[in-house]
């Protein structure tokens, strides 16, 4: 029965996983077919201008082609052909800027950017497109580099503290016990996430990375799940091929974790990792693996925590890339292994997120809204029974999330975000299954 | 197809009539010119150059004060020269069908761009001036040759610099080495100021009031992204402001999961595993 109910469950997790991967892989073959070619489709056009450099509709037509489909320097050479024709085009200076960004050129895209500002005939929608690329372009040329954001606000939850039903009973017939069943509440949260480049400016492109991630929540009521969080990475990365824009770099990295239960310390982790970054087209890939060493520290709500001590060992990938028409995507597929104190604590995991970031404009000439909906599943194997639940059977646990997300733009970086979250949490173990609606609303700074 | 067999056919043609003929074969066109600008090919005299003019080896571009050319070339690379220069395309050998040969050029004054093409992605584009030799992989460059030397940018690729001194190498996108001799070793790469992209993106190009040859070109739309048929514009990549929300509700199911039962029994059997 168990096997069974595992290869269900692996076939549950497997109709997520195939549509990412498929996803990934249609985009990489995408950007495969639009490798420049002589003999490609664009050999009419160029021939074209080759021979009637002044027919403009097929001057145009080859710049706009050959942008479209990633030859990159076709089409620089074909927009600053048509900039000899007529240098007042703020379009079309803006267009030579998102391609010399696309190389990894930043002087060249802020120069064409500026340039294009200085010009009288920019409409408040271009000069929009090109104040955000400027802002981007900025932030590259500056050998210390800042993005992150800050969000505060305020969470509902139909399942606070996450856990089964009050009637649920574990083995020799007790009932949960009452502080950790489901009961809704409310907590003001808030969050941040600094990510930190600095640059050092040598030929070899190597820069050193940090990022920090913060979480604090306090439950109006049920203050047993007060949590905080604090997470650091930080680590040199290296390019294989400094020439290359789009070369494979590589980070080794130190992380460091702790969190706080209930108001009091709970855990802490200290450990590394390993990440790549290679760009496939217009996919970025991402993997890493990462190896943690866990203490939990015992508290009056949780006596029994240091049993979840041991060795978290994670391998992952996350990917992303573009759509088309401001929608864009991005996953993540995980691998987790904890080999805890006890067996029945420790476990394999596997994780798959997809998120759809959606940009899209209300006003002309205005900030952008996203939209993202989300969804995911994460199936947890124990290794082995749980004796005070029930010493026959080994807990296995998929839990479903489903998410929707909106960023309205407020002024400058300030926008109001909102979020709808569902989870479903379905295991063979009765106390293990849960659900939990949260609906989060709050004030985010993005910089 | 038909032009590729076209282009094939005369350079197999231009190979065995003899280096006269070669000299004669078309390597690029003259996509824009403002003037006043002359063009001298082998063995001819010096005519004004205008718009479709065909490029030929050995052929020497000048332009004057007033002056700048684009010049596109058979792999797809392009040279944008500015005012006061004066450039020798003094070979130019490109087959189409393997995507190879190679290109050299000589700067003796004056300011251009390159833009790379098939060539120069095999790392077969040379630009020489008095001070260095130029090799250009990838990539695009900006090469200026005045009286204190040659200042060369790299825009993108890897640019290799040699003189009587020895190497110097750019990799990285938006830094500059001047050299102000053959036989003065080159500076360091710096990173190129605003200002000097500014001068250059203005000076290889045509001034406001010229039109480069070809007149009446008024607007065109977006094509690079931000319409419904390209990909989005650059913007920063969407980070989550949920993956501490999502990592807190993590811990709390773990720590639920663990609280909201009472204690092993001693001698669990095997549960424990020696940590």
Known sequence: MQVEAERALSRQFAGVVAPLALLVLSSVSAAAQNAPSFTGALDPLFQGVLTHPGRLDNAIQYASTAAQD??????????????????????????????????????????????ALNLPNVSPDLHQKIDQL???????????????????????????????????????????NSAFAAKPDWNWYGTFGLDYVH????????????????????????????????????GPRFSLAPGNANAVTIKPYLVATGALLADTPYS??????LTLHANIGTVSLDPYAEIVRQSYINSTFYPLASGLTGTLSTYGLQAAGPIGGGLSWQSRLAYAHAEDQFAFDSF??????????????????????????????????????????????????????????LEVPVWDKFTLASLIQYRDDVSNVQSFSMHDLAVTAGPTFRF | ????????????????????????????????????????????????????????????????????????????????????????IDEFVY?????????????????????????????????????????????????????????????????????????????????????????????????????????YLKYLSSQFGQDGGIA?????QYAACGTTTTQACPLPQWLSTSIGEDNGFQVIIQATQHASQPPPPPNTGGGYTGH
């Open chain 1, 348 to 405: 394999n995991s596997y994780t798959a997120d997809l998120w759809l970031p959606w940009n899209f404009y209300v006003f002309e000439g205005g900030k952008p809204w996203t939209l993202v909906p989300s969804g995911g599943v994460t199936q947890w194997l124990y290794g082995a029974p749980d004796p005070s639940i029930n010493p026959a059977v080994t807990a296995h646990t998929t839990e479903w999330r489903v998410g929707l997300g």
């Open chain 2, 95 to 199: 087959d189409p069908n393997t995507n190879s040969g190679h290109m050299v050029a000589k700067l003796t004054e004056g300011a251009m761009r390159y833009v790379g093409g098939q060539l120069s992605h095999q790392g077969a584009v040379t630009i020489s001036t008095a001070d260095a030799t130029i090799g250009i992989r990838g990539g695009t460059a900006t090469i200026i040759q005045g009286p204190n030397g040659t200042e060369v940018i790299n825009h993108y690729g890897t640019i290799t610099i040699s003189n009587g001194t020895g190497t110097i190498t750019i990799t990285r996108p938006g830094f500059t080495v001047t050299i102000t001799g053959w036989n003065i070793p080159p500076g360091q790469p710096a990173r190129v100021t605003a200002a000097e992209i500014s001068r």
């Open chain 1, 134 to 176: 400027l802002e981007l372009v900025n932030k590259k040329l500056y050998p210390d580099q800042f993005t992150g954001f800050v969000q505060s606000g305020i969470r509902y939850q139909s399942n606070a503290s996450q856990g089964p039903g009050p009637q649920t009973k574990l083995a020799a017939g007790q009932s949960v």
């Open chain 1, 70 to 115: 990633g030859d990159v320097e076709s089409a620089i050479s074909a927009y600053e052909q048509l900039l000899f024709y007529n240098p007042r085009l703020p379009e079309t200076r803006f267009d030579l800027a998102v391609l010399y960004y696309r190389l990894g050129s930043y002087d060249m895209a802020r120069g064409y950017l500026q340039s």
């Open chain 1, 199 to 234: 640059d050092f400016e040598d030929q070899t492109a190597t820069t050193f990375e940090a990022s920090v991630l913060g979480y604090d929540a306090q439950q109006f009521t049920l203050h047993q799940f007060d949590v905080g969080l604090l997470e650091i990475r930080a």
């Open chain 2, 1 to 88: 197809m038909v032009p590729h067999r076209i282009i094939a056919v005369l350079l197999a043609a231009a190979l065995t009539i003899g280096p006269t003929a070669l000299a004669q074969q078309q390597v690029g066109t003259a996509t824009a010119v403002n003037p006043e600008s002359d063009s001298t090919p082998p063995g001819g005299s010096t005519v004004a150059l205008t718009v479709g003019a065909k490029v030929v080896h050995k052929e020497r571009i000048h332009t004057t004060p007033t002056g700048s050319v684009q010049l596109l070339f058979l792999d797809k690379s392009s040279l944008s020269i500015g005012p006061n220069t004066s450039i020798l």
């Open chain 2, 216 to 220: 009446g070109l008024k607007n065109i």
């Open chain 1, 268 to 273: 802490g982790g200290l450990g590394g990792g």
